[in-house]
């Protein structure tokens, strides 16, 4: 007798197998449609804005015995240390990249002590 298709067993292993198979792969791509937006903000733009604010506090000028200064985002705009990143030259602002909200008024502490350092103060 002539054998034509497949058993039972063959097709539930095949279907289980493809399952199994699908489960990894969605798993594993689910992290490309996370929203990842704050993460963004932390490793990069906060970096940046605090780095360029610690460059900014080395040239301000300051008296002696000033501990700190308060400065906004839109100094570091104004005075070069950053740049606009709405894409429109008409329109200089620097926009949270987790809200698109403008970030122009932002305050941000520079404190002098051994080395200089600065912490982003209002959101």
Do not use: C, H, W
Not at 53 to 82: C, F, M, N, W
């Amino acid at each position: 007798m002539k054998k034509n298709g497949y058993t039972l067993i063959e097709l539930l292993v095949v279907i289980g197998v493809l399952g199994i198979v699908a489960f990894v792969v969605i798993s594993n791509t689910t992290y490309a449609f996370k929203d990842n937006t704050s993460e963004i903000y932390e490793e990069n733009q906060e970096a940046i804005i605090l780095r360029q604010a610690i460059e900014y506090g080395k040239v301000l000028e300051r008296t002696p015995e000033e501990q700190e200064k308060i400065i906004s985002v839109y100094d570091l705009i104004d005075k070069g240390y950053l740049m606009s990143n709405t894409g429109d030259d008409k329109n200089v602002d620097y926009l949270d990249v987790r809200t698109g909200v403008s970030m122009k008024d932002v305050n941000i502490k520079i404190m002098y002590g051994e080395e200089i350092t600065a912490e982003i103060i209002n959101q």
